[in-house]
């Protein structure tokens, strides 16, 4: 040992190996299979370990540039537009350096209520005051992103701005906004007019992206990370393909693409999916015969993560996407609000969105080093197996004739679907738990302020109204010229005769279910003034009971019940009392296994003489499961049953 080792102190114990951890895990686990027990699998099937050694050789993925902090986004999606420009100059004044216009009917746009923008004087006033020369800008608008697209050319032009200085990532997305609505006009109508606005764009000198292949249609609709990031090559690539086709050279094609992808609470997860996006590009780039450059890669916080049940909970779901997203290496990050399922977020939960990336930024300096988790044995190695697995469905929808043709077999969206349901089967056994919501709920929580959108929600149209006729590649100006002299989006017309259509993929959040089953007894108890209530016949003394009654409390509080514990009982006759007391129709036997077998099927044949409708136990019933029935228990309740099953059959009880 020498006083220069950076290690001095632990050099003089012996060097642990692989192999000595894994004999010291063995003999914990005592016989247990160590792959069931501490290995991990994503909704793709990759193992996760419990153990990684250092990936010495990984070197850092050209990201952000070096110590550059990433963009912080502030959705405009308010419906009116003088509302949400006040949100966004609050937001730009209080430390944002971006804004999302998020239109009605987007992606982006989940519940339905999204900005309306209709014509240049709408987004005159959104923009009313903001310096477009001093933050970057993304479009969200969906079928509408070449109208927008035109707008903002026409308001550039007008208002003398220098497109070159702009930084601008339009949007246009006929792919994303196909798989979301289910309609199509017809594929060769839709690239002619997105390469049509493309070119318009380029063509005025504006510097930002002009497409974005986004992946959030498939996370918003459950689907896994290497769906997701399949599905933004596949765009990437089908876009790449079709900008070529109409004129540009692939070195000027790929600059005008960019990537947007969900971030969720499974930080590394996360972190990998965004490392994997820039690896996966970076291999077309070479196979085009391109040097890999850098990918301008948005994120946003996932919708489907958030919850309505216990809204809290969302600052630290947002907390860990965010730090996910950003140490991943994303350009610019976009936080939902905490209460961005409830309704329309006010200005404290715009805040607390904003001032998360504030804090991850200023304070804890995320930014200062270039991809912080290159090296590290777990993120390298999901960082690759998600490529791998990403690259192997990339390849599935090439050879199916490209992602249009394989969204219009409805191949994508029954893998999607597949993914969902096994997911959603998971959460209903809380082998994947919801903290505030399958987990640890509190059905005494208040629910937090929202803003109340207008009385009456502006209307947004769907098409143009009938412009001049224009030659190909002309369009675009004239929808521009158009929109300078005060035209306005008319009424949604017919479908045309070839018009495609396919299941839309909609987005879900994962809560929905229990927050359903939450709902209805909410509702009860607004309507009578009690909350229904299960009863705990608790039986023996406290350290007998307490273990599963409190996983019975949770797993019936969860659905919307009142559980609370009681105190132990001095006999039956004072269970049976307190039962009656209680006014509950549904009881819950909870103790040892034990107590079970010597006085269960007793106490279940006196609850039931006592009036139970409805009679649980907590805890597997073994062999005596048929004698446990015939004394009157209904069902039972235990780690990895079908909590959404039994919280319906309760809701069933008291006639619902």
């Known amino acids: ?74 959705r405009a999606d308010q419906p009116a537009a003088a509302d949400a420009n006040g949100q966004a100059l609050a937001d730009l004044g209080e430390g944002a350096s971006g804004l999302a216009l998020v239109t009605r009917g987007a992606i982006g746009d989940r519940r339905g209520d999204g900005l309306v923008l209709d014509g240049l004087a709408d987004l005159d006033q959104v923009l009313d005051g903001v310096m477009l020369d001093l933050i970057q800008l993304r479009v969200d608008a969906g079928t509408a992103a070449g109208h927008v697209a035109a707008m903002i050319a026409a308001k550039t032009e007008r208002d003398r701005l220098d497109p070159s200085g702009l930084a601008v990532a339009f949007g246009i997305d006929p792919i994303g906004a196909f798989a979301r609505r289910g309609t199509l006009e017809s594929w060769d109508g839709a690239a002619a007019k997105a390469a049509d606005a493309v070119l318009g764009l380029r063509r005025r000198g504006f510097a930002g992206t002009q497409v974005m292949a986004d992946g959030r249609v498939i996370h918003d609709a459950g689907g896994s990370e290497a769906q997701e990031l399949a599905f933004a090559l596949g765009a990437a690539v089908q876009y790449l393909r079709l900008l070529e086709a109409a004129g540009l050279g692939l070195d000027e094609a790929r600059r005008a693409i960019a990537v947007l992808l969900a971030a969720d609470a499974d930080q590394f997860l996360t972190t990998a999916k965004m490392r994997a996006m820039r690896q996966l590009w970076a291999r077309v780039e070479s196979a085009c015969g391109l040097a890999p450059a850098r990918l301008d890669l948005h994120a946003e916080t996932a919708w489907r993560m958030l919850s309505v049940t216990d809204p809290a909970v969302n600052w630290l779901r947002t907390t860990t996407a965010c730090f996910a997203a950003g140490i991943g290496g994303a350009d610019h990050v976009t936080v939902q609000p905490w209460t961005a399922a409830i309704g329309l977020p006010d200005a404290f939960a715009r805040r607390i969105a904003r001032n998360t990336q504030l804090i991850l930024i200023e304070e804890s300096n995320l930014h200062r080093v270039a991809d912080p988790a290159a090296g590290s044995g777990g993120v390298e190695a999901l960082t690759t197996e998600l490529c791998e697995a990403a690259w192997g469905l990339f390849q599935a929808s090439e050879r199916a004739g490209g992602l249009v043709a394989a969204l219009t077999s409805g191949a994508i969206q029954a893998d999607v679907a597949k993914v969902r349901l096994a997911r959603r089967a998971a959460i209903a056994r809380r082998r994947e738990p919801l903290t505030g919501t399958s987990e640890f709920p509190n059905v005494h929580e208040t629910t937090p302020e929202v803003l109340r959108p207008p009385a009456r929600l502006p209307r947004q149209a769907d098409t143009l109204i009938e412009l001049p006729a224009a030659a190909k590649g002309e369009r675009f100006e004239a929808t521009v010229a158009a929109f300078a002299r005060g035209a306005v989006r008319a009424a949604l017309s017919r479908p045309k005769t070839d018009t495609i259509f396919v299941d839309p993929l909609q987005p879900i959040r994962l809560a929905e279910p229990f927050e359903a089953l939450r709902a209805a007894l909410d509702g009860v108890t607004a309507r009578t003034g009690t909350r229904p209530r299960v009863f705990l016949a608790v039986l023996g003394p406290v350290a007998a009971f307490t273990a599963r009654a409190t996983f019975a409390k949770n797993l019936f509080e969860a659905g919307g019940f009142e559980a609370p514990i009681p105190e132990p009982f001095a006999d039956r006759a004072a269970l049976l009392a307190a039962f009656q007391a209680s006014k509950a129709q549904i009881a819950c036997i909870c103790s040892s296994d034990e107590l079970y077998a010597a006085e269960a099927e007793g106490v279940a044949e006196a609850l039931k003489s006592a009036g139970a409708a409805q009679l649980w136990l907590a805890g597997r019933p073994g062999e005596a499961e048929q004698s446990l029935k015939a004394a009157g228990i209904d069902g039972f309740v235990y780690a990895g049953c079908d909590v959404l099953d039994c919280l319906g059959a309760a809701q069933a009880a008291l006639g619902m």
């Open 1 to 74: 040992m020498t006083s220069s080792s950076p290690l001095a102190f632990a050099a003089e114990f012996p060097a642990a190996t692989q192999a000595d951890w894994r004999a010291a895990v063995d003999a914990v686990l005592k016989g247990k299979p160590f792959d069931k027990t501490l290995v991990g699998r994503t909704a793709d099937g990759l193992a996760i370990e419990p153990l990684y050694p250092r990936a010495a050789a990984a070197e850092p993925l050209a990201g952000r540039p070096a110590g550059a902090p990433w963009t912080i986004v502030q």
